[in-house]
């Protein structure tokens, strides 16, 4: 522990530097930001602050600190606070390029937590500018001041936030039933972390698949027998080179169009978001060159499907319209009988 004559020296000298490392925060964050932007990076936001003269002085009571000047090494902080947690990564990787990191002072807190233990997981570098780049710069002045980076996903902040509020209220052992309730809202926000992962993964995987399927991302054209025809020998060509899916409307282009929009399928963007996951290995299973079915009876599967109760009251019965057997067993898959339904509704 540094002894009083000593603190009250660093925190003067502190006092005069401040400045200093106020500048440096500046500098680093602006870096960041513009690193961040060039690589299209999304982020929610990055803070930055040099540390108080009060916080400093604190901290430099300490028993580990014996020279608090030299051992303290987050006067200047910098928070990058990104929306998901996969992202901590990517951008974990991209402030080891920017910066000289001392590894040994660094740590990622994600692989500290025991297999049972709950708390906010975040990344925390002790860093240094580069020297070739700043040689011959401004930055020169900053050269060999640490700064602390610190990255964590928005419910990792959350987390820390509320930690932070709890310890700053109650100096203390919490009671064994408040600790438990603690920690349990930090699984669930670990969790919460994971499913927004996944859910954003699975978005960019939607994107990709828009881009696929219409070339230019096209899925808000209007619907029309086109359009219909061409988004559906895209996104099942192998079942129409199969033979198991022919390319018609079987002369009723005109009334499937119909029909779709009364449904409220306007766009091809509303069409794809009716059609079930894997649906081409129903497709596969049910048909063959023998027991085929046309763009008509599929995109009329597809409402039923969606909401048979929908489609029946609004197009059932239509005169002279039978629904193949082959279109009954697909959507028996889904749990639906149309037999039973077609009596049902048979005499409405």
Not at 88 to 104: G, H, P, R
Request: charged fraction near 35%.
């Amino acid at each position: 522990m540094a002894d009083k004559k000593t603190v009250q020296q660093d925190v003067a000298w502190y006092k005069e530097k401040r400045h200093k490392y106020e500048e440096l925060s500046n500098e680093v964050k602006k870096i960041i930001r513009e690193t961040l932007d060039e690589r299209n990076i999304v982020f929610h936001s990055i803070e930055s602050r040099a540390k108080s003269v009060e916080s400093f002085k604190r901290k430099s009571r300490r028993n580990k600190y014996k020279t608090p000047r030299e051992e303290i090494t987050d006067l200047t902080g910098i928070r990058v606070i990104t929306l998901f947690e996969k992202d901590v990564y990517e951008i974990s990787n991209i402030i080891k390029e920017l910066f000289k990191i001392d590894y040994s002072k660094s740590e990622d807190k994600s692989d500290l937590l025991d297999a049972d233990k709950m708390g906010y997981k975040s990344v925390h570098y002790i860093a240094q500018l580069i020297g070739n780049k700043i040689s011959d710069s401004e930055l020169i002045k900053y050269e060999d001041l640490n700064f602390e980076i610190q990255i964590r996903s928005i419910l990792q902040h959350a987390w820390a936030e509320i930690e932070h509020d709890r310890n700053y209220k109650f100096r203390g052992e919490l009671p064994k039933h408040l600790q438990r309730r603690f920690y349990s809202l930090s699984g669930m926000l670990e969790m919460a972390d994971r499913e927004f992962n996944d859910l954003d993964n699975e978005v960019e995987e939607y994107k990709k698949k828009v881009q696929r399927v219409t070339k230019k991302g096209q899925l808000s054209l209007q619907v029309n027998s086109n359009s219909l025809k061409e988004f559906l020998k895209m996104e099942f060509l192998p079942e129409v080179e199969a033979g198991y899916l022919e390319s018609n409307f079987a002369n009723e282009s005109e009334l499937i169009v119909n029909e779709l929009k009364e449904y409220g399928i306007h766009t091809l963007i509303d069409l794809d978001g009716i059609i079930p996951d894997k649906f081409y290995k129903v497709l596969r299973n049910r048909c063959t060159s023998e027991k085929t079915i046309n763009f008509s009876h599929f995109l009329r599967i597809l409402m039923m499907i969606n909401d048979h109760r929908k489609y029946f009251e609004r197009f059932w019965p239509q005169k002279g319209r039978e629904i193949k057997e082959v279109c009954k067993e697909i959507v028996k898959d889904y749990g639906i009988n149309i037999n039973n339904l077609i009596e049902e509704y048979k005499n409405r």
